[in-house]
């Protein structure tokens, strides 16, 4: 098997490890999965080619550009989110109101963007040779960016009164409102930070993979499938499920075609729910 | 004089015969507009959709399954149509059936796949299983059509030839309304109670004998076999089957009829499903934003009317049944034989014998040794942590054991708890555990489940089988109420009744079961005077009757009175044990358990 497909494998794999990330910042204070989560990711490669490829922005403009965008995005998330969950009551408001916040956006990008993928240009036109396998510098941003963000959140989660709160509030929202931490604002934050997280990858990641306007729902998907392989909740088992998708993609899509990718992925996910329900790294999920 | 609730119901009956009508005569109202295809084809497409809503509603709403595949099952449904009838020739008419069968069958698959997921990874698990259903069919060949979908499917005639615009329509009306009767049979027989509580609780319905996967595999089956049968009617009624039928997309006009009509509501889907499609008709002109509007009134009814409409209404004043008059001398109409059968009294019923059950290094039960004898009240107290419902959950398996062994009538007990119960013991837990949406007679007779000897079949077309059984459960449901003095609260829901009234009901349903054994976790806790004297009543009848009624109690006063015999239980170990006096002298009871003497005092 050529070193390349293993390259790209792991290239692919950071991709679905940020958006499983992105959806586990969310999920920490929350308790909820994000069904919404892969739009920012469409924002992101949207904005991308708005800004770079059609506007013709310098890069800084664009990053500030987007940034402002995903926090926007992040907090009318939360709001069409969790407005819903806090009023139902009922134990599905979550799920269904994740996917509707999901449908919407998707059918906002569908009208503002009809018959476009959003592939700009590298902002690095450059390949680092290894071998006879190339890496260009793109990919090897999102794989160290993926790193960055994962330290970034576990240092962010052990190591300040932040990130005990997120912790604690996971355990028992009411509890942690009565010891005087502001739930509500540290669950917007969870929103805002998430989208930009998954904003930021889809911006990086677009020029060299496809994404359509319509795209949101896969990416949360292999999100999901990436966060159930490693465990819910577990930031490292984000990690080692997003790379264990996206190698195991790779292989077996150079193996036997395009398709049977997706299969494996969903085989996969079909063993580990079979064999170790709540995945490598993740406690038992009781959610909402 | 009739309520107003009854006198509201007369009138929501009149409405739906007069909506079943105007449905039946749309065709010769569509006859007079420039275009009666156009108009009966929107009208057979919302059907469809109730259709399936109905299937969803009977998994999500009455089971709790959140299932986001209907869309696929339904994509199946109508491929399972499409290639029988085009490739194999088929009769269209059983071909509609075997959509069904597929439908059912698909779903099964599934179910069986993510059965140990908890409810947070089915969903997920059914949205990947539909994107792998879609990818599947487009990538089928020549059998699927590929990508472009497959064609030439014609509604098939009666009996034979092709069916004209007109008789498609009645047809879908008429299998609607069938499905709709299917729904509410369902729903209110036993098949129905089970699957509300399982919603409710599963740890419940366990406690009760029913066995939570194998009913979850048979309402996903029944849910996939209604979606599959919409699937056929779609594609026969379009002509065509393709992949994105299966879309999530297309999926959320269900999830809007569902929510805005009311989840877990016979009516809700129904009424649901015709605004959306009234929605649907007044934006057809822009369709772009289809989605859009769709998603925002899910999102704005969730906010608003989180019931739903028809569940806002029977959460009203005027929906929601009232507790009714009960007549003179209608209690002595049931009689109850509350005799357990084929025990003698003062025989073994329950064996343990040096049950260990430690987690990790903590000892909760730490080698206990006791014996449940028929006719007897058996009172189990010690301090708080002393292990006493790490015991009970080790004996009726919910914990397994770290050693030791269990026998129930002499033989070794089954490992799994809904078989424990199935096999005689029935345990009341320490919180209410009711089925609280649930109306106060549904609650005693999901207890009765057991004697029930109809299948889903039976429950579905309403047999002879079923109609004796169920009245003859309904009577006797309602000589337990009367024996806890709670007669004339049938139709109330369980959720609405005192405290002291649900610990009742609880001991009531658990009664229902017709165990050997009765466990009794702190029935007293927050109890009323009057409730306590029902509950001590209640309880020397059944152990008259030859039960065994286990009682593990904190207060003093209220066990020593009702118990024959008590075992005193200190960190995981039995300190003492014998009748309630002479626990009551016993040393070592009065200085490790009661520990001041004052206390003992007042024991003695």
């Known amino acids: 098997m050529s070193l390349q497909i293993w390259i790209d494998g792991i290239f692919a794999g950071s991709v679905f490890a940020i958006i499983a990330l992105s959806m586990t910042i969310v999920y920490q204070p929350t308790r909820i999965m994000n069904f919404a989560q892969g739009e920012g990711f469409v924002l992101g490669a949207a904005l991308g080619y708005q800004f770079i490829g059609v506007w013709h922005w310098p890069l800084y403009k664009a990053v500030i550009g987007l940034i402002i965008a995903a926090i926007i995005m992040g907090f009318i998330m939360e709001r069409m989110i969790m407005l819903p969950v806090q009023l139902s009551g009922s134990k599905f408001a979550w799920i269904i109101a994740t996917l509707a916040a999901a449908l919407i956006f998707q059918s906002l ?20 040779s290894i071998g006879d396998a190339k890496l260009s510098i793109q990919k090897l941003i999102v794989i160290i960016f993926m790193f960055i963000v994962y330290a970034a959140n576990e240092f962010f989660l052990k190591k300040t009164l932040w990130g005990r709160s997120i912790r604690a509030i996971a355990h028992n929202g009411d509890t942690s409102t009565i010891l005087g931490i502001p739930t509500k604002p540290v669950i917007k934050m969870g929103f805002i930070v998430g989208t930009v997280v998954i904003a930021a990858v889809g911006f990086l990641a677009a020029p060299v993979i496809i994404v359509a306007p319509a795209a949101g729902l896969f990416y949360t998907i292999q999100g999901f499938t990436a966060g159930i392989i490693g465990g819910v909740g577990s930031a490292k088992g984000a990690v080692v499920g997003g790379l264990t998708i996206g190698i195991l993609d790779s292989v077996v899509r150079s193996w036997l075609g395009g398709t049977w990718g997706l299969f494996s992925t969903f085989f996969v996910l079909a063993l580990i729910l079979i064999l170790k329900p709540n995945g490598f790294f993740g406690k038992r999920v009781e959610g909402r | 004089m009739i309520s107003t609730y009854k006198g509201l119901n007369r009138l929501l009956m009149a409405g739906t015969v007069l909506g079943v009508a105007l449905l039946y005569a749309f065709p010769l109202l569509a006859k007079t507009t420039e ?43 109508g491929y399972a149509l499409g290639i029988l009838m085009v490739k194999k020739g088929w009769n269209g008419w059983l071909a509609l059936v075997m959509s069904s069968v597929v439908g059912s069958i698909f779903a099964i698959l599934v179910i069986l796949l993510s059965l140990r997921a908890t409810y947070l990874y089915f969903g997920m698990i059914t949205l990947a299983i539909n994107l792998i259903a879609m990818e599947t069919v487009r990538q089928g060949g020549e059998l699927t059509g590929g990508y472009n979908g497959l064609f030439g499917i014609m509604a098939p005639g009666i009996p034979d030839g092709i069916m004209s615009a007109n008789t498609l329509y009645v047809t879908v009306i008429t299998i609607l309304i069938i499905m709709y009767i299917v729904q509410r049979n369902l729903i209110l027989s036993g098949f129905g109670r089970n699957t509300m509580a399982l919603r409710e609780s599963s740890e419940t319905a366990t406690a009760l004998g029913i066995s939570p996967n194998m009913h979850r595999l048979k309402v996903f089956a029944v849910s996939g076999a209604i979606a599959g049968l919409a699937g056929g009617l779609l594609s026969m009624q379009m002509g065509y089957a393709i992949a994105e039928i299966g879309d999530m997309g297309n999926g959320l006009i269900f999830f809007v009829g569902l929510f805005l009509g009311g989840v877990g509501t016979l009516a809700g889907p129904i009424l649901g499903v015709a605004l959306v499609a009234v929605i649907d008709f007044s934006i057809r002109g822009t369709a772009q934003y289809r989605t859009l509007i769709l998603g925002a009134i899910l999102l704005g009814t969730m906010i608003i009317l989180p019931r739903g409409i028809v569940g806002t209404y029977r959460a009203s004043r005027y929906g929601s049944p009232r507790s009714r008059e009960v007549m ?69 398996r919910y914990h397994e054991l770290t050693s030791g062994s269990v026998k129930l009538l002499g033989a070794e007990a089954d490992k799994k708890p809904y078989k424990v119960a199935r096999n005689g013991i029935t345990r009341v837990f320490q919180i209410p555990h009711l089925f609280e949406r649930v109306s106060v007679l549904d609650n005693v007779l999901t207890g009765m489940y057991r004697r029930d000897n ?63 054994i009765l466990i009794l976790d702190e029935p007293a806790t927050g109890l009323t005077q009057d409730e306590m004297h029902s509950l001590t009543s209640l309880i020397r009848t059944l152990a008259a009757g030859g039960m065994c009624v286990v009682l593990i109690e904190h207060n003093v006063a209220f066990l020593m009175d009702l118990a024959d015999i008590v075992t005193v239980i200190q960190s995981g170990k039995v300190i003492a044990e014998g009748t309630p006096q002479a626990v009551q002298k016993d040393e070592r009871v009065l200085e490790a358990y009661l520990g001041n003497t004052d206390f003992s005092k007042e024991l003695a």
């Open chain 2, 454 to 516: 109809y299948n889903v079949f039976d429950a579905i077309f309403r047999t002879p089988r079923y109609r004796k059984a169920n009245s003859r459960s309904v009577a006797e449901a309602k000589a337990l109420l009367s024996l806890a003095g709670m007669l004339g609260m049938e139709e109330l829901a369980a959720g609405s009744i005192s405290h002291g009234q649900k610990r009742l009901l609880e001991v009531i349903r658990a009664v229902a079961t017709e165990p050997k």
């Open chain 2, 328 to 396: 003179p001398g209608e209690a002595d109409d049931y009689h109850l034989d509350i005799a357990v059968k084929n025990v003698t009294k003062g025989e073994v019923l329950l064996e343990a014998t040096d049950v260990v059950k430690h987690f990790g290094g903590v000892h909760a039960v730490d080698g206990i040794s006791v014996q449940f004898k028929a006719g007897e009240v058996h009172g189990i107290i010690g301090p708080n942590g002393s292990g006493k419902s790490t015991l009970i959950s080790a004996l009726t």
């Open chain 1, 109 to 128: 990008f569908n009208i503002k963007w009809v018959n476009v993928t959003f592939s700009y240009f590298d902002f690095i036109d450059k390949n680092i």
């Open chain 2, 35 to 77: 275009n009666p295809t156009f108009y009966l084809q929107i009208v057979s497409v919302a059907c469809f959709s109730a259709i399936l809503t109905i299937s969803l509603n009977i998994c999500m709403g009455y089971g709790g399954l959140l299932s986001l595949m209907h869309t696929g099952i339904q994509m199946m449904g």
